[in-house]
Nanobody, 115 residues
Framework: VQLQASGGGLVQAGGSLRLSCAAS????????MGWYRQNPGQERELVAS???????NYADSVQGRFTISRDNARNTVNMQMNSLKPEDTAVYYC??????????WGQGTQVTVSS
């Protein structure tokens, strides 16, 4: 299973970015997909997640600003990030959870928000 993330970049505070992550490989369905983020020397933080049924979960710090969505047929998860803040700067990693406790991670995409 491979994950290909895209959409990171540099944006000014208050701006928007959209991250996408496409999963490919041999699996029939996924349980959930989502995004973590991490800065050097800090723990990885769950940003948002979504189940295949559409149940979402957000970190308090992004609630109301970020929106996660999924396309089950394409095994893709997207995250619209609005009203970005400098503290949102991090490397964002997408992941996918499959049946049988299998979990896979993407390579990470840098998001930088300038003040």
């Amino acid at each position: 299973v491979q994950l290909q993330a895209s959409g990171g970049g540099l944006v000014q505070a208050g701006g928007s970015l959209r991250l996408s992550c496409a999963a490919s490989g041999r699996f029939l369905r996924f349980i959930g997909m989502g995004w973590y983020r991490q800065n050097p020397g800090q723990e990885r933080e769950l940003v948002a997640s979504i189940t295949s049924e559409g149940t979402t979960n957000y970190a308090d710090s992004v609630q109301g600003r970020f929106t996660i969505s999924r396309d089950n047929a394409r095994n893709t998860v997207n995250m619209q990030m609005n009203s970005l803040k400098p503290e949102d700067t991090a490397v964002y990693y997408c992941y996918i959870k499959l049946p049988g406790r299998r979990e896979y991670w993407g390579q990470g995409t840098q998001v930088t928000v300038s003040s």
